[in-house]
């Protein structure tokens, strides 16, 4: 590396440390949370970003905008050690990593969120970890810094990424096991692991990976049953048992790009019986429900899908809720028109999907509106299931299991 990218890189690091720990994610007394701060410095963020692509920003001051290392070295590099989200790929490739009208698949996790997860995983010198959806290979060069590169396995689904993060880490001086396949499997072969962590959202999660983790051992993961263009999920961290199940509690907000096996968009289709009604509820309440309505909606209500728009009627805009479930049999949309009391519901197919939310958003008023913190998350061989306060409090969904 040459002496001025040095420079800048320890500099770059020191003031990132400093602003993660003025915003308390970064404990300099704790040892877990030093030995990732370590990290940080040994592992030269800048090597996992490519020459263009776009900053998502999650620090204060900073603006989201496309980066270009030749045109704009300054700002490139400061994006590099700042609290930002660098988009490396969107449309699985078929679009420029600037155009915001594709859909980001690849991104380097800004790091307000990396490091929370990464101290979750509690790990000890002898620990074995599989990383799941490799991306830039960042997070695995931070795991293989920290245990060793012997000790790490990293999988990611597309071919073309795991080539970019292949090179990524062995410019960073670092050689994880990297294995191309989908991470919804694991990788079995060098299995059972102390820990799993996981880069990608998870609506429902895969029983391999229990399978592949020692009793014991810690699974973490970004929760997203219903993730919207607002709203991401929970932070999860399982334990294993040594019965086949997995239990444990939610950490605080985590977004993620999908796992791709579990990717869901919504559209509307053509249904049949049509349902036409109005609520005086205001469905923009849901657009950015806080952690513990999202945990509620995602129990009783979770094979349901949201997303939320703004169109214009004439010269006004109005505010539509679209909802679907994850078969495709069902859809609901909710429009909110400016000066009109109530907002009008259309609901089409097998379900009433509009009707079942506002039954998961009653339940979650009549519970007191819990926080995040008394939810948890079950996983057995059958399935998994949301509960509150503790395992034996499971709760129902509305509509049949929840899928898988």
């Avoid at 045109?71 to 400061?78: C, I, S, T, V």
């Avoid at 859909?103 to 970890?129: F, G, N, Q, R």
């Avoid at 396995?153 to 993060?165: R, S």
């Avoid at 996981?198 to 990976?209: I, Q, S």
Wanted: aromatic fraction near 6%; charged fraction near 20%.
């Amino acid at each position: 590396m040459h002496v001025w990218d040095q420079v800048r890189t320890r500099e770059g690091t020191d003031a990132l440390a400093a602003h993660l720990t003025a915003r308390g994610l970064i404990d300099p007394h704790d040892l877990n949370s030093r030995a990732w701060v370590a990290g940080l410095h040994q592992v030269p963020r800048h090597l996992f970003i490519p020459p263009t692509a776009y900053a998502a920003a999650y620090q204060p001051g900073e603006s989201s905008r496309p980066i270009d290392r030749q045109a704009d070295p300054a700002g490139w590099w400061r994006a590099a050690y700042s609290d930002f989200s660098i988009i490396t790929q969107r449309d699985d490739g078929q679009r420029d990593p600037a155009d915001t009208g594709g859909a980001p698949t690849c991104s380097l996790s800004a790091p307000s969120i990396v490091l929370p997860m990464l101290s979750l995983l509690d790990v000890a010198d002898h620990h074995t970890v599989l990383d799941i959806a490799t991306g830039t290979g960042w997070t695995a060069a931070m795991l293989a810094c920290r245990l060793g590169d012997d000790q790490v396995v990293t999988v990611e689904v597309d071919p073309v990424l795991a080539q970019i993060a292949a090179a990524n880490l062995k410019r960073a001086g670092r050689d994880p096991g990297l294995v191309n396949g989908d991470g919804a499997d694991g990788v079995p072969g060098a299995a059972p692991y102390d820990r799993i962590h996981v880069t990608c959202g998870v609506r429902t999660v895969p029983y391999a990976w229990v399978e592949q983790t020692r009793p014991g051992g810690r699974i973490v993961l970004p929760y997203m049953p219903a993730p919207t263009a607002h709203y991401g999920g929970q932070q999860l961290v399982l334990t294993v048992g040594d019965d086949g199940t997995a239990v444990g509690r939610f950490h605080g907000p985590a977004a993620f790009m999908m796992l791709r096996a579990q990717r869901r968009t919504v559209s509307e289709q053509a249904g049949h019986s049509e349902a036409l009604t109005t609520t005086r509820f205001d469905p923009r309440t849901l657009a950015e429900p806080p952690g513990g309505l999202m945990l509620m909606l995602a129990a009783v209500a979770g094979d349901i899908v949201t997303a939320t728009e703004r169109v214009r009627r004439g010269a006004a805009w109005s505010h539509v809720t679209r909802l679907e479930d994850l078969a495709g049999t069902s859809w609901a949309a909710v429009e909110t028109v400016p000066g009109q009391v109530d907002a009008e519901v259309v609901q089409a197919g097998d379900r009433r999907l509009w009707d079942e939310v506002m039954a998961a958003y009653m339940a979650w008023l009549r519970a007191g509106q819990p926080g995040p913190d008394r939810f948890g998350l079950s996983v057995s061989p059958e399935g998994q299931e949301v509960w509150l306060d503790h395992p034996g409090r499971a709760l129902t969904p509305l509509y049949g299991p929840l899928a898988n």
